[in-house]
């Protein structure tokens, strides 16, 4: 079980996937420093969304040190993260991670795409403490105020809590408060893939090229899925463990396999 932590003296490292420019990180930092001095930012120099718990193997990587706190890496989240613990901050390492504000929500299967959650992912499996949150919305302008609004609380009733070792912990800020406002719902994963939209093009010597669109899909019926809770209006708060075991189907193999 991971120890409570004290916000007021914690040493917070932030990252994202929307790159280090992005509102959603810098809504995050200025939040962060309301708890805390001792803030610090390692985020990738450009937008990362979908890369996932990709790791960059093949090519060096750099470290572009903005200021004392602030450094840019032309990697993945989980490059920043890496490169972040035992790099950047070996001799004076966070005592937790918050990754986001993600631009639009993780939510379902997302979170095996998501740099914001990979980022977390990290975090996680390097032993230290991560918050991965994202900001919902469905339309063509995303709208902070729900996030800005409910993060720091969130956040603080969070560690208070602590929660265990080789578990991280995603929360997803709803685009509508629901009428009363929006409460904390701890929520399960859930899932509504059913396909995606491919667009496709030609470029100008006639050659066909595709786009990944929008994912097509339907809520599940689960009232406590991530994705019922958001389209509710309410906040979702989901554990993730980092052990993907299925031990019913383990148990079942081994009388299998005798």
């Known amino acids: ?17 929307d790159g280090i420019d992005a509102p959603g990180i810098k809504l995050l930092e200025r939040l962060a420093r309301e708890f805390s001095d001792d803030v610090w930012v390692i985020a990738p120099s450009m937008e990362q969304s979908g890369a996932g718990h ?10 572009h040190k903005r200021d004392e706190r602030h450094f840019a890496v032309d990697g993945t989240p989980t490059d920043c993260i890496l490169l972040g613990l035992q790099q950047v901050m070996r001799d004076t390492p966070p005592d937790i991670i918050l990754s986001g504000i993600n631009r ?3 939510l379902g299967e997302d979170v095996t ?3 914001t959650v990979a980022a977390a992912m990290e975090a996680t499996l390097l ?8 900001q919902y919305f469905s339309g063509d302008m995303i709208d902070w105020t729900i996030a800005e609004k409910y993060l720091k609380d969130v956040a603080t009733t969070l560690v208070k809590a602590s929660w265990p070792k080789g578990v991280l912990i995603n929360v997803n800020f709803p685009e509508h408060e629901a009428n009363g406002g929006a409460k904390v719902r701890i929520s399960k994963q859930g899932q509504r893939k059913i396909g995606d939209h491919i667009a496709e093009r030609h470029d100008p010597r006639g050659e066909p090229y595709y786009w990944i669109g929008a994912i097509l899909s339907e809520l599940p019926e689960d009232p406590n899925a991530d994705l019922r809770v958001i389209e509710q209006g309410h906040i979702s708060v989901t554990p993730i463990s980092l052990d993907f075991t299925h031990y019913e189907t383990v148990d079942k193999l081994t009388k299998a396999f005798p």
């Open 1 to 17: 079980m991971t120890s409570m932590i004290d916000l007021t003296n914690a040493r917070i490292l932030i990252s994202n996937d």
């Open 54 to 63: 990709s790791l960059t193997l093949r090519r060096p990587l750099r470290i």
């Open 104 to 106: 639009g929500g993780n």
């Open 113 to 115: 795409y998501s740099g």
């Open 127 to 134: 032993n230290v403490p991560a918050i991965a949150f994202s």
